[in-house]
């Protein structure tokens, strides 16, 4: 779980800086959209490096669901019958949800890549007009992408809470401090990728990328 | 006080339990958990019924034997506190409370609240042990312990073993146990030579036994008795990754 975890949150970050590039105008948007498929020329050939970081992704992707499985079926196998009376669990929301939310987060990833990378239900899609597949698709008329987006988003956010400290655990970490450390941060990186990501849905619905 | 109670009552490990409600009168706020199934029990064996199963020795804290989830939570709402250390003040007259067994595959109920927890003495036996010469005690002071080393491994040497860390994860999973004896061993000069065997073993032991995987939600933690800190697992991870290493 930890280390498919790390890379993914590692691509979350690259992720979002690319994202962020939106604000610098229509032109910046679109030449970093087109070099992403160059990366690696002339060494490979154009779009050999993003296939490459597709095919790890969807293994780490795929890793982290196996052992998230592996992990519910065992817990389940281990206490065959409930408790009659089980209040909430003491830990927090974000640990309770870990499964359900994955669950979201996966079908958020599949509408995701849908919406903007086949461009298959994006209302512009057009290949090569990136900024404007971006502003069309959070255009205000379709606040319920938006909506979705912003859920998924948050959804992610809780994942992270408890993934990045849970990740540090699993590797090792050990001290009461180092965990007070781990946690905060956990915190502060998954509230700067939603704050992030969700920077650009925003600034297009209230029209500052149109 | 007058209170209810709902207990779940299962006549063996092969027939099904359900929750039975009894009412008990007249309980001192002073008595102990235990003591207030003692006075149900007593009425319950003038009134010719088969009294509630449960564990139960020393009755100060120290032996693990009570294992009750009360009302959800496994000892009890009082924090860092045994089912016998439990008192009846805790809770208010007319309330209806419910007590069941440790639920885990790996605990199976022999009666009533009465769990078989030999799964841990599996965990041990893979593990839970130094190789010292027998003959007389050797003196105190032979083998230096750093102090800091000496209170980790205390802290973790007060897991009494009772298994509220199994009952209260939500993963069914004994890590909080296993990371406690593996802490306990590892951190004094005495464990060092099985301490790379030790962590494997045991886990092993533990997986074998039916337990679930620790996902670190914390809530042993939470309900352990002893408090033991949930940080001792991140050492046990630790310790596995680098025996994992060294046994290459």
Redesign the interface.
């Known amino acids: 779980m930890a280390g498919t975890g790390i890379l993914l949150v590692l691509f979350l970050f690259a992720h979002m800086i690319g994202n962020l590039k939106i604000f610098f105008g229509e032109e910046t948007f679109d030449h970093y959209a087109h070099w992403l498929r160059t990366i690696g020329t002339p060494l490979l050939p154009d779009e050999w490096y993003l296939w490459i970081q597709r095919g790890g992704l969807t293994l780490a992707v795929v890793g982290h669901i196996y052992a998230a499985t592996v992990l519910a079926i065992r817990a389940r196998k281990a206490r065959p019958v409930k408790y009659a009376h089980r209040p909430k669990v003491q830990g927090s929301y974000a640990a309770r949800t870990m499964r359900w939310g994955g669950v979201i987060v996966l079908l958020f990833v599949i509408y995701h890549i849908l919406d903007l990378t086949t461009l298959t239900l994006n209302p512009n899609g057009v290949h090569g007009e990136a900024y404007r597949n971006v502003a069309e698709d959070f255009a205000p008329g379709r606040w319920y992408v938006t909506l979705f987006y912003v859920v998924s988003i948050v959804a992610v956010g809780f994942h992270l809470r408890h993934g990045i400290w849970s990740a540090v655990r699993t590797l090792g970490q050990q001290t009461q401090r180092g965990e007070r450390i781990a946690r905060l941060s956990a915190l502060a990186l998954s509230l700067v990728l939603v704050v992030g990501y969700l920077s650009v849905p925003f600034a297009v619905t209230i029209g500052l990328v149109d | 006080m007058d209170i209810k109670v709902?207990v779940?009552r299962q006549p063996s490990a092969d027939e099904a339990?359900k929750?039975v409600t009894y009412g008990v009168k007249d309980i001192s706020p002073d008595a102990s958990f235990l003591e207030m199934l003692d006075v149900l029990n007593e009425s319950l064996i003038l009134e010719g019924d088969d009294p509630i199963a449960f564990d139960h020795d020393c009755r100060e804290g120290i032996c693990g034997a009570c294992s009750m989830?009360i009302?959800?939570?496994a000892h009890g709402p009082e924090k860092a506190t045994t089912t016998c250390q439990l008192h009846m003040r805790h809770f208010s007259d007319g309330d209806v409370i419910?007590v069941?067994p440790w639920?885990?595959?790996?605990f199976p109920v022999i009666k009533d609240l009465v769990v078989d927890r030999t799964a841990f003495d599996k965990i041990i036996q893979a593990g839970g042990y130094i190789t010292a010469p027998t003959g007389t005690a050797p003196d105190a002071h032979a083998t230096p312990v750093p102090k800091k080393d000496a209170d980790l491994a205390f802290e973790a040497a007060t897991c009494i073993g009772c298994g509220a860390c199994v009952a209260a994860c939500?993963?069914?999973?004994s890590m909080l146990f296993t990371a406690a004896k593996v802490a306990h061993l590892g951190l004094m000069p005495q464990g060092q030579p099985e301490r790379d065997t030790r962590v494997i073993d045991m886990l092993q032991a533990q997986d074998d036994a039916?337990?679930?995987?620790c996902?670190?939600?914390?809530?042993c933690s939470?309900v352990c008795p002893k408090g033991i800190?949930?940080?001792?697992?991140?050492?046990l991870?630790?310790d596995y990754?680098k025996a994992l290493r060294n046994s290459n």
């Open positions: 709902r779940w339990g929750m989830v009302d959800g939570v419910d069941e639920r885990a595959a790996a939500p993963n069914g999973s039916g337990f679930g995987g996902t670190n939600m914390g809530e939470q800190p949930l940080h001792l697992i991140g050492r991870n630790s990754r």
